[in-house]
C-alpha cells in the first residue's frame, strides 16, 4: 500500500516537473525567436486601429494617478487612443482622480459605474467599460499596472499582422520587487515560472493563458463572447478557454512590458493568490466536463495541466512528504530506494537551473542576491504555495457544499515607486 | 625406442581404464539397449509403477518408450519389453501374438500373465501381503515399510529361477522369477525396499554386469544472499580438505519472512565473492528450484525460473543443473518447465511429489518423462540432525542401498548446519563400502534460458554465453524494477536537462552583456 501511494506521488510530481522542464526548454526557445518577425511586421505599416483601454479601479487612490500617467505616455496615436478608467464603486478618491485626469486629457474617458452594475468585480467592470468603448481592439490593464512607453504599440503590431490571434498578451514584471523579501520573491516567481512558462506553453503549443493585464483583444471577439464572466474569480482563464473554443489562439508577445504592483505583505498575497487558485478551480471544474468537446486540443491539454496544477500536484507532494515523514519512524518498507533520493536532488536543482535561465533573461535580475534567494525559495515560498492551493481547495468545496456566493477579493494597493527601472 | 612405446600404451590403457570406471555409471545410462513399456489400464493414466520401471529401465537403456496396449508400436528395434498388467483385462489377439513373437527378452509384471502362456506358463490364483523380502541364496531378509500385496500362482515353480521372494510368517511368495529367457515380477506396487531390490535384479534382466563401486555425494542446500558466510565457509572447507567435491544448491533471492524484504547477492557482495572462488576450485552450483504460490501460472513461473539463472550469471554464479527441495510442492507442470530449461535434475523422493518424482531410484536415471535429462537422485533424503527417526531412516537407507552395485548415496545438508552435524554425516557415510565421491563436473549439463547459456562438458570445461542485453544486466546487478529503471532514466534525462540549463544560463548571461555593451556604445556612454 505505502510503495504504490509513494510511486503514485513519483508519478505525479514527476509528471507535473517534466512538463515544466519542458516547458521551460521551450520558453528559452521562444525568447531566442520572439523578436525575429518583428523586422517584417514593422515594414508593412498597416494604418493603426483605434483601441480602447479599459482600466477596472476600485478604491484604487493609492496607484490610479500612476497608472493614468504612464497610460498618457503611451506610444500611440492620441486620436486612436481612448483611456476607459472604470471607477467601481470607489470610496476614496479615485473617482476624483480620474474626473480631475479626464478634464485635463480628454482621451481619458471616465466610466463611474451605477448600481445594479457596481461592485460586481473586475469581470463587471470591464464589461461596463466595454459598453462605453468604441475602439477596434480593446486593451485591458490592472488599475496598479505601468506599461512601458511600446507596450501598446507592440500588442497592436502583433494582432495587425497575426489574423489568427484573437488575443495578444504581454509580459509583465514587478514593480516593488526590491521592497521586501515576499516582493523579490514574488518577482522571481513571476519572470521564472508566469512568463517562461507562457512562454514554452507558446512556443510547443500556441497556447497562451491571459494574464488579467497587459492584453489586447478584438472587440469582435469579445462582442461575440458576450464579453467577460462576471461568476468567475479567475476571469483570465475563464476568457482564455473561451476564445480558444471560438476557434482562435493567444499569442504571447514577451516585446509588450508592464509593471505592475504586487503585494508586499504575506496576508495581503495570501488573500490575492487564495483568490486566483480558486478562480482557477472554478475554471478547471467548469470546463472539465466538456473537455472532449472542446474545438482546440491543445486547450484541452492546458486543462489538464491546470488540473495538475491545483488539484493532482499538491496532493502528491503531500503525500510524497508524509511518507517521507512515516518512513522516518516506522519503515514502510519502501522498494524505491537510492533513486528517489537522487531525483530529489535533481528536482531541486532543475528549480534553480530553471529559475537561473529565466533570470538571466531580465537585465540585472541574474544577480547574487537572486540567487540565494532562490536556493532559499524553494523551501519556503514554494512550500507556502502547496498550502495555499490546499487551502483554496478547502474554500472552493465548502463553497460548493453550501452555496455560498463568491465574494471578489480586491488586492491591497502600496503605491510603491518603481524601483526596477 | 620400442620400449618406449610400450609404456606409453600401457599407460594409456591404465588411463582409460581409470576413464571408464569414473565414468561407469554414464557408460550405462549410454547403453545401446531400447526397451518399450507396454502397460494394461483400462484408463490413460499412467500409474507410478511405471514410471519406476522407466527409472529403472532407463538406467540400463538407451532409450525407453512407454505405450498404452491399445497403441502397440512395432517391436522390432527393440531389445527388452516390459509387459505391465495393471488391471484384469482380456488383451488382443494382436498383442498377445506380437509379444509371442518377440525375440528378446520380456518381463511381465502383474496381471493378464495368464494369456502369454507360450512365452511364461503362469497362472494368478490368488493375493498374499507379504512382510519381508529377500532375494534367493542373497541377502537376509528385510522388512517392508509396510505390507506389500503380491500376487500368488498355483504353478509348479520347480523349473523357475526365483530371484526376489515375499515372505509372510515362514513362508515364502515368489515375487520375481525367470523361465531362462523371461520374467515374471508379481508385485501390484513397488515399494522403496523392492524398488532397491528390483534394481538389483535388473543387472540379471539386462545381463550387465553391476558395478562394486558405489558413488556418493552431499549436497549443501539452502545457499541463498542471506546465508551465513563464515559457516559456509567451514562446510565448504571441511568438505574440500575430505575430498569431497562440493555442490551447493544455490537461490539468488532471499526473502525475510519477517520483515518481508529481498536480498540478493548485490546485498551479500562477499557471501557472493565466496561463491565465485568455490566455483572457480570445481564447486557445482545447482539452482534451487523457485518455490511458488497456489495461483501462479505456468507463464509466470517461466519468468521467475529464467529470472533466477539470468541473475546467478550475472553475478558469474553458473547453475549447472535444477535441484528440488523435499519442502516444495511440486507439480507436473515444474518437471515439464524444468527440463525445458535443464539436462540435470536433483531430487529426493517426497509423498506428495508427483509420481514421477514420488520414490528415488537407487541409480542414476534418465526416464522417458525428462526428456534426455539425468536425475541425480538424492536416495539419503535429507540430513535431518534434530530428528531421531531420520537419523535411523538414514542409516536403514544406506544399509538397503548398499546391496545395489553401483547404487548412489545422495543427501542433501542445509547451508544452516553446524560443521559438527556434517562431520557426523561424513563419519556416518564411511559404512559405506567401496565409495567414491561424486563429482558433477565430469558429466555433462545444459542450462539453456533466454540470453544465457552454460554448458558443461566432461572434462569441467564450462562455456557461458551471456547476451543479455546491458540494461537487464545492470537490473539484475543493481536490483532494480522496471519502475527503478525507469526512474534512473528519468534522473538521467533530467540530469541532462539542468547541465542544458547551466549552459543556457551563461549564453543568455554572454548575450545580455554583449547587448548591454552594444546598448552603450549606441547611446555613447
Known amino acids: 500500500m505505502a510503495n504504490s501511494l509513494f510511486i503514485l506521488s513519483l508519478v505525479i510530481i514527476w509528471t507535473m516537473l517534466l512538463y515544466h522542464m519542458f516547458l521551460m526548454q521551450g520558453g528559452y526557445l521562444h525568447y531566442l525567436k520572439y523578436m525575429k518577425p518583428m523586422k517584417e511586421w514593422e515594414k508593412n505599416q498597416q494604418p493603426l486601429p483605434k483601441v480602447s483601454i479599459l482600466i477596472p479601479a476600485h478604491n484604487e487612490e493609492v496607484v490610479i494617478e500612476r497608472t493614468i500617467k504612464a497610460m498618457l505616455k503611451l506610444k500611440y496615436p492620441r486620436e486612436k487612443l481612448e483611456i476607459i478608467v472604470i471607477n467601481d464603486n470607489s470610496s476614496d478618491r479615485t473617482g476624483e482622480i480620474i474626473d480631475r485626469y479626464h478634464q485635463q486629457y480628454p482621451q481619458i474617458i471616465p466610466v463611474h459605474t451605477k448600481p445594479p452594475n457596481a461592485g460586481k468585480g473586475k469581470s463587471g467592470a470591464l464589461n461596463q467599460g466595454l459598453l462605453a468603448s468604441s475602439g477596434e481592439i480593446i486593451v485591458v490593464y490592472d488599475a496598479d499596472n505601468t506599461p512601458e512607453s511600446m507596450a501598446l504599440h507592440y500588442l497592436v503590431l502583433a494582432m495587425q499582422n497575426d489574423p489568427k490571434a484573437g488575443v495578444i498578451v504581454g509580459k509583465f514584471r514587478v514593480v516593488n520587487s526590491k521592497q521586501t523579501l515576499l516582493t523579490r520573491f514574488i518577482n522571481i516567481e513571476t519572470i521564472s515560472f508566469q512568463w517562461m512558462a507562457q512562454a514554452g506553453r507558446w512556443f510547443w503549443f500556441k497556447v497562451s493563458t491571459i494574464p488579467g493585464t497587459n492584453f489586447a483583444i478584438r472587440r469582435s471577439i469579445i462582442t461575440v463572447l458576450g464579453g467577460w464572466d462576471e461568476k468567475a474569480l479567475a476571469e483570465d482563464t475563464e476568457l482564455t478557454i473561451r476564445v480558444y473554443n471560438l476557434g482562435y489562439y493567444i499569442r504571447f508577445f514577451p516585446a509588450a512590458i508592464t509593471w505592475e504592483e504586487e503585494p508586499e505583505v504575506w496576508k495581503v498575497w495570501w488573500k490575492q493568490r487564495t483568490r486566483w487558485a480558486r478562480g482557477n478551480q472554478y475554471v478547471v471544474l467548469k470546463f472539465l466536463k466538456q473537455i472532449f468537446r472542446m474545438q482546440n486540443k491543445s486547450i484541452m491539454f492546458d486543462l489538464i495541466y491546470f488540473f495538475f496544477t491545483y488539484f493532482l500536484f499538491f496532493i502528491g507532494v503531500i503525500l510524497s512528504g508524509v511518507l517521507f515523514v512515516v518512513n522516518s519512524f516506522v519503515d514502510l518498507n519502501l522498494q524505491v530506494g537510492m533513486v528517489s533520493m537522487v531525483l530529489w536532488v535533481l528536482a531541486y536543482l532543475l528549480y534553480v537551473t530553471e529559475v537561473m535561465i529565466a533570470l538571466s533573461i531580465e537585465k540585472e535580475e541574474m544577480n547574487s542576491k537572486n540567487l540565494v534567494i532562490v536556493l532559499f525559495m524553494y523551501f519556503t515560498y514554494s512550500q507556502v504555495w502547496i498550502a495555499l492551493v490546499m487551502y483554496a481547495l478547502y474554500l472552493e468545496i465548502k463553497r460548493k457544499i453550501f452555496k455560498q456566493e463568491i465574494r471578489w477579493y480586491k488586492t491591497e494597493r502600496f503605491g510603491s515607486k518603481n524601483n526596477n527601472k | ?525
Open chain 2, 1 to 525: 625406442m620400442q620400449r618406449k612405446n610400450w609404456i606409453v600404451l600401457s599407460l594409456s590403457f591404465i588411463l582409460l581404464f581409470l576413464a571408464f570406471s569414473d565414468r561407469v555409471y554414464a557408460n550405462q545410462i549410454d547403453s545401446s539397449f531400447h526397451t518399450l513399456i507396454i502397460y494394461s489400464k483400462n484408463n490413460d493414466n499412467q500409474e507410478e509403477m511405471i514410471d519406476q520401471l522407466d527409472q529403472l529401465a532407463s538406467h540400463f537403456s538407451s532409450t525407453v518408450t512407454i505405450a498404452n496396449d491399445t497403441n502397440l508400436p512395432s517391436l522390432k528395434r527393440y531389445h527388452y519389453v516390459f509387459y505391465v498388467g495393471l488391471e484384469e483385462k482380456k488383451l488382443s489377439p494382436t498383442l498377445i501374438k506380437g509379444l509371442n513373437d518377440f525375440s528378446g527378452k520380456i518381463i511381465f509384471c502383474g496381471f493378464n500373465i495368464e494369456q502369454f502362456q507360450e512365452r511364461i506358463d503362469l497362472d494368478i490364483v490368488d493375493r498374499v501381503n507379504v512382510k519381508d523380502i529377500s532375494f534367493v541364496n542373497g541377502y537376509q531378509k528385510q522388512a517392508l515399510v509396510k505390507f506389500n500385496e503380491m500376487l500368488t500362482l498355483n504353478n509348479d515353480i520347480a523349473e523357475y529361477e526365483v530371484l526376489i521372494e515375499g515372505w509372510r510368517g515362514n513362508r515364502s511368495y515368489p515375487i520375481l522369477i525367470s523361465n531362462g529367457n523371461d520374467y515374471y515380477f508379481a508385485a501390484k506396487s513397488i515399494d522403496e525396499l523392492l524398488f532397491h531390490y528390483l534394481a538389483q535384479s535388473f543387472y540379471s534382466i539386462f545381463q550387465v554386469k553391476g558395478q562394486v563401486n558405489k558413488s556418493a555425494f552431499i549436497k549443501i542446500d539452502d545457499v541463498h544472499p542471506g546465508t551465513d558466510r563464515e559457516r559456509l565457509t567451514k562446510l565448504t572447507s571441511y568438505l574440500s580438505s575430505n575430498g569431497i567435491p562440493i555442490i551447493l544448491t544455490v537461490s539468488p533471492i532471499y526473502e525475510n519472512k519477517e520483515s518481508g524484504k529481498e536480498l540478493h547477492f548485490s546485498d551479500s557482495r562477499e557471501l557472493m565473492r565466496s561463491l565465485q572462488a568455490l566455483q572457480k576450485k570445481g564447486a557445482t552450483i545447482i539452482l534451487s528450484y523457485p518455490t511458488f504460490s497456489e495461483q501462479i501460472s505456468l507463464e509466470e513461473k517461466k519468468a521467475i525460473i529464467e529470472e533466477h539463472i539470468q541473475e546467478l550469471a550475472v553475478y558469474q554464479l553458473f547453475p549447472v543443473a535444477v535441484s528440488f527441495s523435499s519442502s516444495q510442492v511440486l507439480k507436473e507442470e515444474d518437471i515439464v518447465l524444468s527440463r525445458s530449461y535443464f539436462t540435470s535434475f536433483f531430487s529426493a523422493s517426497n509423498e506428495f511429489y508427483p509420481s514421477q518424482l514420488k520414490r528415488t531410484p537407487p541409480l542414476i536415471t534418465k526416464p522417458t518423462y525428462l526428456d534426455g535429462s539425468i536425475w541425480f537422485p538424492e536416495t539419503l533424503g535429507e540430513m535431518e540432525p534434530f530428528n531421531p527417526t531420520s537419523l535411523l531412516h538414514l542409516k536403514r537407507k544406506m544399509n538397503e542401498l548398499q546391496m545395489v552395485e553401483g547404487s548412489i548415496f545422495g543427501i542433501t545438508f542445509d547451508s544452516y548446519l553446524e560443521l559438527d552435524v556434517l562431520i557426523e554425516l561424513v563419519n556416518r557415510m564411511k559404512v559405506i563400502s567401496d565409495k567414491q565421491w561424486m563429482d558433477f563436473n565430469d558429466w555433462e549439463h545444459s542450462v539453456n534460458v533466454p540470453f544465457i547459456s552454460i554448458q558443461m562438458n566432461e572434462d569441467g570445461t564450462l562455456t557461458v554465453n551471456n547476451n543479455l542485453p546491458f540494461i537487464r544486466e545492470f537490473m539484475y546487478k543493481q536490483q532494480l524494477s522496471f519502475f527503478e529503471l525507469a526512474l534512473w532514466i528519468l534522473a538521467m534525462v533530467v540530469a541532462l536537462f539542468i547541465i542544458a540549463f547551466f549552459i543556457y544560463t551563461f549564453q543568455l548571461k554572454l548575450r545580455l552583456r554583449k547587448s548591454l555593451f552594444l546598448e552603450r556604445s549606441k547611446h555613447g556612454q
